[in-house]
Each structure stands twice: as C-alpha cells, then as structure tokens.
Nanobody
Framework: QVQLVESGGGLVQAGGSLRLSCAAS????????MGWFRQAPGKEREFVAT????????AYADSVKGRFTISRDNAKNTVYLQMNNLKPEDTAVYYC???????????????WGQGTQVTVSS
C-alpha cells in the first residue's frame, strides 16, 4: 500500500521558518516527480512546489518563490519543503504529492498524503 506521510507542521510566528517532510512507503518514488500543494480554509487546493525525480529541476508558485525550497533524498524516499520568512497567508494544510511521471507533479498527482497543518500567526 502506497503511503505519503507528512510531518513538521505547526504554529509559527510571521517571519519564522518550518521544514516539512514527506516520507513515502509502499514503493520507491526515486523515478517519480514529487511536490507540495496547500489548501487554506475556504479556498481551493493550490500548487506550491514540484521537484523532478533527480532533484535537478524544481518549480514554485509565485507566492512562495524565493522563500520556500523543495528538496529530496531518494535514498530515504523522502521529500522536504523548507519554508522561510513565513507569512500569515501561508496558513494552510500542506499536502505531499507524487506522480507517475518524472518531471513535474502537475497538473494532477497520482498519490496524496493526508496533510499537515501550518499556521502562521501575525
């Protein structure tokens, strides 16, 4: 059974940092694109970041560019999201995702985690 399990969410003040982790199990994702989406209350789920199977290629939503960094460790079957200079508008449930393709998780991932809450206070 394929599972993506997120961790690292929590409450942080504006300007602070958090590092999210997503551990995959049930199969290897070393040849799969992985990434992150988020969903704020009352809003649709939106793309945050994606990383290619090799880790060489990354892409970000404009709203997080320059503040968030996605990375991966294929030996650990894990993807990370380093979030710096957090803003109240970053408050959301963050979802890890993976795709059965190598370069990007968009438009539609094939696998989802259960989500982890990130709350940024002003």
């Amino acid at each position: 059974q394929v599972q993506l399990v997120e961790s690292g969410g929590g409450l942080v003040q504006a300007g602070g940092s958090l590092r999210l982790s997503c551990a995959a199990s049930g199969r290897t994702f070393s040849t799969s694109a992985m990434g992150w989406f988020r969903q704020a209350p009352g809003k649709e789920r939106e793309f945050v970041a994606t990383i290619s199977w090799s880790g060489i290629s990354t892409a970000y939503a404009d709203s997080v560019k320059g503040r968030f960094t996605i990375s991966r460790d294929n030996a650990k079957n894990t993807v990370y999201l380093q979030m710096n200079n957090l803003k109240p508008e970053d408050t959301a449930v963050y979802y890890c995702a993976a795709a059965d393709r190598r370069l990007v998780i968009t438009p539609a991932p094939d696998y989802w985690g259960q989500g982890t809450q990130v709350t940024v206070s002003s």
